[in-house]
């Protein structure tokens, strides 16, 4: 069985309206998975069913062999705490420390008590100065988040993500808040993760450029449905046009003006 | 077209302020209240102030005493306002849309919030009175149930605003409620929290005095009491040391307000 299955998933925030229309693809260990598609194809939506931080609605999807719509709440923690989220506003506590906000990611390995108390082994902490210093960023383990620029910040995020252990992580958008330098940095972060870590990566991207030169498949989603699912090379302009919608919208319009 | 909105506004604007100019008169008429009398009884107030309330040192010797209910009112407003602090951040936590554990929950505290701040305090004292009778105990349960009310209210706008983004990401996590609730929403809302908690001590001291007049308590009924005996000049005093008590916590909560924000 591959990693993550989905099958025919649906959901719908309101009944009769549909935001995900019978999604279906599976992710084997390791790859590397661009989301795209225009705002409000579902994207986020998708993503959030795959760690259920939004209810499935129909259809189901597997990860690591488990039932994920069908766990407790305890099994859906165990699910959570093995998959990585990465967010386009970082979503950090801005007040708190970078090595704090790092440490967060071990919450799921620990009880309420332990949790509350923010009891962390040395070789938790340990190993969140090496992912400090692996992303380029342990000078400022004692800052306040909210002191970081928005690169930086999204690199504490990662850091957050990867402290977990996760065999998945899951990025909503990462760049769409930076600048193209910053971008670049936290692309060239993520796919030497999946590569050096062999952690599976699914990230949403608006930009068709960065995701062919990233991922080594991508997933083309509009008005939540797959209308693409292949390796980047084969995602030519016929298919990125369909997607977004542009060459017909602009002959139609063409037309009428004609 | 313009023209005729504007005229239409300049129109509604003359009616408006006629309608207040004829409700003031109204209700003047019907409170017997004479503009020109109370005018004239202000020198008459300003020359009996200027007479009767001055401190003399018979009045001094009552400073120790005054000094005591003073503090004593002080340290039940602080109590009142931390205690109830402490019950709004649980009623917040409920009630805040982020942090919600249930809707019926969420409900109930809402409600809870809402019905003790829309009753004033002097309202509550009043109520508080008929089933406790004039002590302590009322005066402190009256500031209480106000500043639960508000600082609900309060506390769960700052909730909503502090923690969004970080929930989300904390139970991706798969952190517990307490975890999230402990480790990212109080540590980002708890300077705005306490700046709240510190805004209700300056009100509540100055209520208390209020209250105290109301329930027989603290610096309150010393006041009534002197001025029921027409002890004026202690009356003053008493007056003065709770301006000046008001405008030192003042001044302190300011200082501490930098600090932590
Ligand atoms: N919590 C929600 N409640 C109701 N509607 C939502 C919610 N989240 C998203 N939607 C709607 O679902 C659609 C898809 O949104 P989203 O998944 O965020 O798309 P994308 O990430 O591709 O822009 C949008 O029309 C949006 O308005
Ligand atoms: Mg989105």
Redesign the pocket.
């Known amino acids: 069985m591959a990693l993550l299955e989905v099958n025919g998933l649906m959901k719908s ?2 009944p009769g309206n549909p ?1 995900l229309k019978d999604v279906s693809f599976s992710v084997e260990a390791g790859e590397f998975v661009a989301v795209i ?10 993503l ?1 069913c795959l760690n259920r931080m ?1 209810d499935i609605g129909e259809g189901q999807v597997f990860f690591d062999g488990k039932d994920v719509g069908a766990q407790n709440k305890k099994g859906l923690r165990d699910v959570r705490k093995h998959i990585g989220m990465v967010f386009q506003h970082y979503n950090l506590v801005p007040r708190l420390t970078v090595i704090e906000n790092v440490l967060h990611g071990r919450f799921g390995y620990k009880s309420t008590l332990q949790g509350v108390l923010g009891r962390f082994t040395e070789a938790e902490k340990r190993k969140a100065f090496d992912l400090l210093e692996k992303l380029g960023i342990a000078e400022h383990a004692y800052k306040r988040c909210d002191q970081l620029s928005g690169g930086q910040q999204q690199r504490v995020g990662i850091c957050r993500a990867l402290i977990q252990d996760p065999k998945i992580i899951l990025c ?2 990462p760049i769409a808040s930076l600048d193209p330098n910053s971008s670049k940095v936290i692309m060239d972060h993520l796919k030497t993760i999946s590569i050096d870590f062999g952690i599976t990566c699914i990230v ?1 991207l608006h930009q068709v450029d960065v995701a062919k030169d990233y991922a080594n498949r991508i997933i083309g ?1 509009k008005k ?1 449905e797959v209308v693409f699912d292949g390796p980047s090379p084969l995602l030519t302009e016929r298919f990125t046009d369909e997607i977004y919608g542009m060459k017909t919208v602009v002959e139609t319009r063409e037309l009428i003006t004609v | 077209m313009n023209e005729t909105v504007l005229k239409k506004r300049k129109f509604q604007m003359t009616l408006l302020f006629l309608g207040v100019i004829v409700l003031t008169y109204l209700s003047a008429w019907i409170t017997d209240y004479g503009f020109i009398s109370s005018l004239e009884a202000v020198p008459g107030a300003m020359a009996w102030m200027a007479s009767n309330l001055l401190v003399n040192g018979e009045a001094l010797g009552k400073l120790p005493d005054i000094m005591d209910k003073l503090i004593e009112t002080i340290f039940m407003s602080i109590a009142a306002t931390t205690i109830a602090a402490a019950l709004s951040l649980f009623l917040a936590i409920m009630g805040s849309k982020t942090t919600m554990v249930n809707r019926a929950f969420g409900t109930f505290s809402r409600f809870v919030a809402s019905l003790s701040r829309n009753i004033p305090v002097v309202a509550w004292s009043l109520i508080l009175l008929l089933s406790f009778g004039q002590n302590s105990v009322t005066g402190f349960l009256a500031l209480f149930v106000g500043t639960v009310g508000f600082l609900t209210r309060a506390f769960i706008e700052t909730i909503d605003e502090a923690a969004l983004g970080s929930v989300e990401a904390l139970r991706a996590t798969g952190a517990t409620y307490w975890q999230i609730v402990s480790k990212a929403v109080v540590p980002q809302g708890l300077p705005q929290m306490v700046s709240w908690v510190l805004f209700m001590i300056e009100t509540n001291i100055r209520s208390a005095t209020l209250v105290g007049i109301l329930t027989g308590t603290g610096i309150g009924y010393m006041f009534d009491m002197y001025y029921k005996t027409m002890n004026y000049e202690v009356v003053a005093l008493i007056t003065i040391t709770i301006v000046l008590a008001v405008i030192l916590i003042e001044l302190l909560s300011t200082r501490i307000r930098k600090v932590i924000l």
Do not use: C, F, H
């Not at chain 1, 598609?37 to 998708?46: D, L, V």
């Open positions: 925030y309101q935001i598609g225009p705002s409000g194809a579902g994207k986020s939506t998708m959030r939004v909503d958008e949403n989603l939540g």
